[in-house]
């Protein structure tokens, strides 16, 4: 295993509560997956896990050397975490061609949210 790509990113939980209170549907629609959305709204505080997510798709981003350019969109970066594993975030459409393109395979990930913010790594690997 070699790595390919490293990102980190920060976010505030209360500028995310902020954002979410203001933009509603809008901008949560455009940013985070259905299974996502539907993951944060079932927790009693959804904010922290959606900044969670949210840091995790642009520390995959800064991984992938993107940013969101190259036609890289923002539901192209999906955490999954199933119950009693660690969060993985998967790759589809452009953000998945330019992984394979890098000669990665897959995005390793952590999340942690405390206090007012949540921090997530990513790492993209190539077998």
């Known amino acids: 295993m070699r790595i390919t790509g490293l990102g ?6 209360p500028r995310m509560r902020t954002t979410i209170d203001r933009w509603q549907d809008r901008f949560v629609d455009r940013v985070f997956t259905d299974d996502e959305i539907a993951y944060c709204r079932a927790r009693r505080d959804p904010a922290p896990h ?3 997510r ?8 800064k991984a992938l050397g993107t940013g969101l350019q190259l036609g890289v969109r923002w539901r192209e970066l999906e955490v999954r975490r199933e119950r009693e594993e660690a969060p993985t975030l998967v790759l589809s459409g452009r953000a998945r061609e330019i992984v394979l393109a890098r000669g990665g395979s897959r995005m390793l990930l952590s999340l942690t949210h405390e206090g007012e913010y949540a921090l997530a790594q990513a790492i993209l690997v190539g077998d």
């Open 8 to 13: 980190v990113d920060l976010v505030s939980i």
């Open 50 to 52: 959606f900044a969670a």
């Open 54 to 61: 949210f840091a995790a798709k642009e520390a995959g981003f």
